[in-house]
Nanobody, 115 residues
Framework: QVRLVESGGGLVQPGGSLRLSCAASGIRFSIYHMGWYRQAAGKQRESVASITNTGSTRYADSVKGRFTISRDNAEETVYLQMNSLKPEDTAVYYC?????????WGQGTQVTVSS
């Protein structure tokens, strides 16, 4: 059974930081490209950051310089370090695992940036 379990979300003040984690099981983690997406209320889901199975990273323009994606293949976990958070970063954040043949989603974790 494939599972992607996100954690680390919560309420944070503007300018604060959070670190999201996504623990994977049931897949050969090292071959998957991993990504973080987010969906704010009333908006479409959008890509935030991604990391390939070889470690190449990409970021949405809105988070460049503030967010960092990383992965630990031994722990089968992908992380999203979020710094200098803004109210517009408020959303449900989802983890995604993508290979040539399969695509999986986590259940999401809520991030709320508010004073």
């Amino acid at each position: 059974q494939v599972r992607l379990v996100e954690s680390g979300g919560g309420l944070v003040q503007p300018g604060g930081s959070l670190r999201l984690s996504c623990a994977a099981s049931g897949i050969r983690f090292s071959i998957y490209h991993m990504g973080w997406y987010r969906q704010a209320a009333g908006k479409q889901r959008e890509s935030v950051a991604s990391i390939t199975n070889t470690g190449s990273t990409r970021y949405a323009d809105s988070v460049k310089g503030r967010f960092t994606i990383s992965r630990d293949n031994a722990e089968e976990t992908v992380y999203l370090q979020m710094n200098s958070l803004k109210p517009e970063d408020t959303a449900v954040y989802y983890c995604n695992a993508d290979s040539r043949f399969n695509n999986y989603w986590g259940q999401g974790t809520q991030v709320t940036v508010s004073s």
